[in-house]
């Protein structure tokens, strides 16, 4: 355990992505001295570039049931927190004939386990409703995917840990992390060519696919297998509802409305710079033939806009070559590695990331003796 200490420890977490965001709630909530240090703006990294699904884990339960299982706790518990960021708007898995007819009852199975209400729906009443999609799919089934919108959720975080006495220092980068007698003591931020020291009594990295490198700045390794995945915005609203292929998690599998726009993606590539975002032009020409097998008349849409993120996924030890890489959290106490007071958070995904919090914050209580419940799944943002 680190030194006791006479009031509540000051707490620094590096990354604004949703992570980090959910990290500075949960101390704050707890009464914990915050600050947030964000080397952008909130959410500009990994956060901003996605569907903005939230998630109701289905994609998730043939492959990893037990984090499809946590995907739709979170889904329910953040649509009730902060509804205002969340349009619940339902999602579908559909099969056409080239998609493995066996994955069908692994898929209802495992939804189950996970407690994910399915229902199958008669092709003809979703083609009445999904005008654009295949008329040759062979089945549906009806989930509870809904959407999340991004700058909405982090304005009402940014606001409920100012509210709650955290501090947030957007555009500004850790420099250096300072440790003594196996104690991370302050960090050194660069922020408009100015350098400031801030002290603390601990350290949360939540910095994403950049948590790497955080860690390297204080000799700690963090492995990760960095995935970047890409998607394209298309004109006009294709579907009502988030389409998926009803088959393995892969590239080219869903496409969600957004307003007056639909987002078709993704792809999933291994990087191993966590800046590289940029959509290359054969991608492009992927995901539009990818769309095209859901969508025959894809091409009838504009594609304006393409984005791209880095996914900071949590290698495992044995890899299933057949199998996604798994998708839930992980939080690394670098205690093993000579250094009490410093916790990594990784993995995961924006559905779980209030648990990711939860988790990262209940070791870092144990660490200074501290028994505060957590309650950021019974407190309602501010709005």
């Not at 339960?61 to 953040?78: K, L, Q």
């Not at 509804?83 to 559909?94: D, Q, S, Y």
């Not at 005008?131 to 606001?159: G, S, T």
């Not at 025959?296 to 984005?307: A, E």
Request: glycine share 8%.
């Amino acid at each position: 355990m680190v030194k006791t200490i006479n009031s509540m420890p000051r707490i620094i977490v590096i990354g604004g992505g949703a992570t980090g965001c959910g990290v500075a709630r949960d101390l704050v909530l707890r009464g914990y001295k915050t600050i947030l240090v964000e080397s952008g703006n909130l959410g500009s990294g990994t956060s901003s570039r996605s569907h903005g699904m939230l998630q109701s884990g289905a994609r998730y339960a043939v492959t990893e049931t037990s984090f499809a299982a946590e995907c739709y706790r979170e889904r329910n518990i953040i649509s009730k927190i902060f509804p205002k960021a969340v349009n619940l708007i339902g999602g579908l898995f559909v099969r056409l004939s080239n998609d493995p007819e066996d994955y069908v009852e692994k898929f209802l199975q495992c939804c189950e386990v996970a407690e994910i209400p399915t229902r199958e729906i008669q092709v003809g009443e979703v083609l009445k409703i999904e005008r654009e999609l295949n008329k040759n799919i062979l089945r549906a089934f009806h989930v509870p995917d809904a959407l999340i919108y991004p700058k909405k959720l982090f304005d009402l975080l940014a606001k409920e840990i100012r509210a709650y006495g955290g501090k947030i220092l957007t555009n500004h980068q850790v420099v250096s992390i300072k440790e003594t007698n196996g104690v991370a003591d302050s960090i050194v931020v660069s922020h408009n060519g100015v350098k400031t020291n801030i002290e603390c009594d601990g350290i949360i990295n939540a910095a994403g696919p950049w948590a790497s490198k955080v860690a390297k700045l204080i000799n700690q390794n963090v492995e990760l297998e960095l995935t970047r995945g890409c998607g394209i915005f298309f004109t006009g609203q294709l579907v009502k509802k988030a389409i998926n292929r009803c088959r393995i998690p892969n590239s080219n599998d869903i496409m969600c409305p957004s307003g007056e726009e639909s987002l078709w993606g993704t792809t999933s590539e291994v990087v191993y710079n966590p800046d590289t975002s940029v959509t290359r032009p054969d991608e492009i020409k992927k995901l539009i033939q990818g769309a095209q097998e859901l969508f025959p008349n894809i091409r009838n849409y504009k594609s304006f806009r393409t984005w791209s993120g880095v996914r900071p996924l949590v290698k495992p030890k044995n890899i299933n070559k057949n199998l996604p890489i798994p998708r839930s959290h992980l939080v690394i106490d670098h205690k093993k590695s000579g250094l009490d007071n410093f916790l990594t958070v990784c993995g995961g995904a924006l559905t779980t990331h209030r648990l990711m919090a939860e988790d990262a914050v209940n070791k870092l209580g144990n660490k200074f003796g501290i028994n505060i419940s957590c309650s950021s799944h019974i407190t309602s943002l501010l709005n």
